[in-house]
């Protein structure tokens, strides 16, 4: 069994643009009270799938290395922010997003067809999360820090472009040592070619 999910990873040069900007973010009042996340964790995630059995993942990973098939490489970059509410900073992308979030589609079908309870999604917002307020997803009182000011910083961003050619499974490996701060590892486990015409 294995926390896994589906993701498209920026090159070593496009995160590193994005960590120059957010080092001059945690520059900011009250930035030291938000849970940043790692450089290199970060990802945009098209798929989410949960604990995936050992059983199920030849039959989902031969399905990702078919929806992987059949999508040509696209450009993207790293553009600008946004936000969920108050509860989450991102950055976010510009260019050839269809395709990506067709690619999207194909490795949440995968997980699906390959027999996975997916969650039902909304409509996919391509974003790599860069900071989350303290109280997390359940927020039951008024956050500490107003992430408004921290997305408008970034308002002017604009990343390199690339070519996204693979699509990648990653396991996302849960801190365990119960040590205060600790962090989610991500590991990519699998990838696959981009190779298609459409």
Not at 84 to 106: C, D, K, P, S, Y
């Amino acid at each position: 069994m294995a926390r896994l999910f589906v993701a498209v990873l920026p090159p070593a040069a496009a995160i590193e643009e994005l960590a120059e900007v957010t080092r001059e973010l945690k520059a900011l009042p009250g930035a030291d009270k938000l849970r940043w996340t790692e450089p290199a964790g970060w990802h945009f995630t098209l798929a989410f799938l949960d604990e995936v059995p050992d059983a199920v993942r030849p039959g989902l990973e031969e399905r990702l290395r078919r929806a992987a098939h059949r999508t040509r490489p696209f450009e993207l970059q790293l553009y600008r922010s946004g936000r969920f509410g108050q509860r989450a900073l991102w950055a976010g992308a510009q260019g050839e997003i269809a395709t990506l979030r067709r690619l999207a589609e194909r490795a949440y079908a995968a997980g699906s067809k390959a027999g996975l309870a997916m969650e039902d999604t909304h409509r996919f917002v391509p974003h790599l999360t860069l900071a989350r307020s303290a109280g997390g997803h359940r927020q039951t009182h008024p956050p500490e820090v107003d992430l408004l000011p921290y997305a408008a910083e970034l308002d002017a961003f604009a990343g390199t472009a690339w070519t996204v050619g693979r699509l990648s499974l990653v396991r996302s490996n849960l801190p365990v040592s119960g040590v205060p701060g600790e962090k989610p590892r991500y590991e990519e486990v699998a990838r696959w070619p981009l190779e298609g015409s459409g």
